[in-house]
């Protein structure tokens, strides 16, 4: 008997239509890629022909194939570069991130910009050698202050913590084991600012009250009475870097009073004070080239930024683009002036001579490829982006001491004022918070709008960058905080916990610390 086949298997019915015949894969498409350094602009290696399907994490494989420099292969982000057009709007993207392979993100971006038959040159951007850990969970929660926290800063090590409280106390805390170690009492009004001496051998607080008091950080003693002469309360303050001065930096405070004063903290004296500003001086910078002794930077209320030597403290320029009052400053060097000689390698120095030759050597290496620069943010929601001493960086054409008082571009997006400003530790890129629940990130070197970061509900009031330029975290009024990954602009981890807005946030290594109205410090 033949054997018989079996019945044919019944057609699947989808709602009485049959399955639709799957589709065949489009075959992908080969393309010539160019890599050129986002840096200096050299190409990296030779033009090569590879599928444009390729995954990101491909294209870098294949780029540390190509450039064999060290044993470890290097995180590279890529981007393409948006031709120019003149019609395009104010704030429109200038570059297309690559986040999944070259034929999703470039062939089919909606411009139609870039074919098959095109070379497409892919600027590389080296991400730095060692990586954070990105925070995922809150592991203490500190309570002790017994009013909202204002102001929160991290010692130069890390391994210390200061936070100042409405409560008019100072506290310190020890990270290694998440404690509390000392209460520094004092003021006689709410504590508005905290800041390290970037060797973390003293501490300087200044508060409502109009004092600038300097701690020990070792002892939780009070290093003599009160720096007093401002009439109104301490808006910020600025230590010297220490590659200019390392046996001891001179402190700059600056004042709702309209004033910017210098004091020797070695002698407790005032050293000069700088008026001026008609207005209250919001934040005040010393940066670290412009002059002998580095320049001060200031930010006041009445819509100017102005500079000074900070030898002797005579005015060397005003700036008056802004519409508003400008709130917020940053340098591209300020992870650097503030982290002093303590890089992630956590070796100690020796003296003070070993320690300004290792901060000096710090700083010359972010000016190698650019002068330096700040970034003005103001309550008129633009920011403008400056190079005043383009003949302090080596790579500048000029000898001679120039200054330019035009801003190189206006950073505009945001819709409300402008809260805060940072720029990343290695001054790649520079992030913005503003009261309109977004942050945006720009270029650091030529200001050109990148990406907004939308996720928070309320204003956000403060970012901060991991050490390693690849994570920033904002804190805002809507009680949370989140982790950014900058390779796909999306949130990477929300830290939930505070019950009411988070006025302060800082990174340091892998530690995130926040304080806020809830009045508890959690990391």
């Known amino acids: 008997m033949a054997t018989r086949l079996p019945p044919p298997k019944r057609q699947k019915l989808y709602h009485g ?38 995954t990101r994490e491909n294209l870098e494989a294949l780029l540390n194939k190509l450039t064999p420099k060290d044993d470890e292969p290097v995180p590279f982000s890529f981007h393409v570069n948006l031709p120019e057009n003149k019609n395009a ?20 971006h909606p411009s139609e910009e870039f074919t098959q038959e095109d070379v497409i040159v892919v600027h590389c951007a080296p991400q730095s050698v060692f990586r954070v850990r990105p925070a995922t969970r809150c592991s203490s929660t500190l309570t002790g202050h017994s009013s909202p926290i204002l102001c929160a800063a991290f010692s130069p090590t890390g391994n210390k913590l200061a936070t100042g409280s409405g409560d008019m106390n100072v506290r310190l805390w020890d990270l290694n084991t998440e404690t509390p170690s000392h209460v520094l009492s004092g003021h006689v009004g709410w504590v508005l600012c905290v800041e390290w001496e970037a060797m973390e051998r003293k501490l300087a607080s200044g508060g409502h009250d109009g004092r600038v008091r300097l701690w020990d950080p070792a002892t939780g003693q009070a290093l003599g009475d009160a720096l007093k002469g401002h009439t109104k309360w ?3 303050l600025a230590w010297e870097p220490i590659h200019i001065n390392s046996t001891s930096p001179r402190l700059a405070s600056s004042s709702k009073d309209g004033t910017v004063r210098v004091w020797d903290t070695a002698t407790r004296r005032l050293e ?40 002797q403290g005579r005015p060397l320029m005003t700036l008056k683009d802004h519409a508003h009052w400008v709130t917020t400053l940053t340098l591209n060097t300020d992870f650097v002036l503030r982290t002093g000689p303590f890089d992630h390698t956590g070796k100690k120095p020796v003296n003070e001579e070993e320690a300004q030759a290792a901060a000096k050597a710090r700083f010359d290496n972010i000016l190698k490829t650019t002068p330096e620069l700040l970034i003005s943010g103001s309550d008129d929601h633009t920011l403008f982006l400056w190079s005043l001493f383009p003949s302090s960086s ?36 520079a992030a913005s918070a503003a009261w309109d629940s977004s942050v945006r990130i720009w270029e ?14 309320g204003a956000v009031y403060r970012v901060a960058w991991s050490a390693d330029s690849r994570l920033l975290i ?29 006025y302060c946030v800082d990174f340091v290594a892998d530690k995130v610390v926040s304080g806020g109205r809830d009045k508890t410090v959690k990391m």
């Open 17 to 54: 239509v049959p399955e639709p015949v799957p589709e065949p894969e489009k075959p992908s498409p080969n393309i010539v890629v160019q890599f050129i350094s986002e840096e200096d602009g050299t190409s990296l290696a030779p033009a090569v022909n590879i599928p444009s399907n390729l």
């Open 89 to 108: 709007l104010a704030g429109a993207p200038t570059r297309i991130v690559i986040a999944n392979s070259i034929e999703k993100d470039v062939l089919e």
């Open 234 to 236: 301490i808006m910020s």
């Open 272 to 311: 000069y004070s700088l008026g001026g500003h008609t207005a209250s001086v919001n934040i005040v910078k010393w940066g670290g080239s412009g002059g002998p002794k580095g320049v001060l930077y200031t930010a006041s209320s009445d819509r100017t930024v102005r500079v000074w030597d900070a030898e």
């Open 394 to 429: 080596p790579a500048a054409d000029s000898d001679d001491r120039t200054t330019v008082k035009k801003p190189i571009t206006r950073l505009t997006g945001h819709q409300k004022q402008i809260s805060h400003v940072a720029f990343s530790p290695d001054g790649r890129w």
């Open 444 to 457: 650091g070197r030529t200001g050109k709008f990148v990406a907004t970061l939308r996720g928070h509900v």
């Open 474 to 502: 904002s804190a805002s009024k809507d009680s949370t905080l989140k982790i950014w990954d900058l390779k796909t602009y999306k949130i990477k981890t929300d830290l939930p916990g505070h019950t009411d807005e988070v």
